[in-house]
């Protein structure tokens, strides 16, 4: 499945944690975009879509919340609950996020500029794809 977690990269000190994200170093693609969630009421669920081209890494910056991650032929849930790891989300993955706590802030890292003609919103529209 196109997904991966990573390790950040981070400077710890007693003065705090710096978190460090660098083009093509440990950011896995050239960042275009940068946008985050917060306050998301712990009964909602987002995303529901795939991505034809985009690729992303989700950091949890605070608070917990779980993606559901299926590429048509199986589903894996992943908890982010720390800064420390980060999720890649390739192409072709259709994504639902739920479990929000109510600290939850996620910083999101896109390879592009925002498209909605790339999203794939429509399930069967996505497995269909899958089976090509
Ligand atoms: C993803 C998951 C992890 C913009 O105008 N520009 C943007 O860059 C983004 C990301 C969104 N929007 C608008 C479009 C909607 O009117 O913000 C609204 C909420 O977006 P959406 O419903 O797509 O949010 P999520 O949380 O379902 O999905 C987002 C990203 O869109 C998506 O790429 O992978 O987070």
Redesign the pocket.
Known sequence: MNFQLMKNTVHSSIHGELFVFENLKNVPFAIK?V?C?KNVPSSSL????A?TK?E?L?ICLSGSCK?LLDDGKSKKVIELNSPHTSLF?GKNLW?E?YDFSPDCI?M?L?SD??D?EE?IRDYQTFLKLCSE
């Not at 987002?46 to 879509?49: D, L, M, T, V």
């Open positions: 975009r946008y969630i987002r995303g529901e879509h991505h985009l992303q989700v993606f989300i994504r996020m996620l999101v896109a500029f925002y909605p999203y």
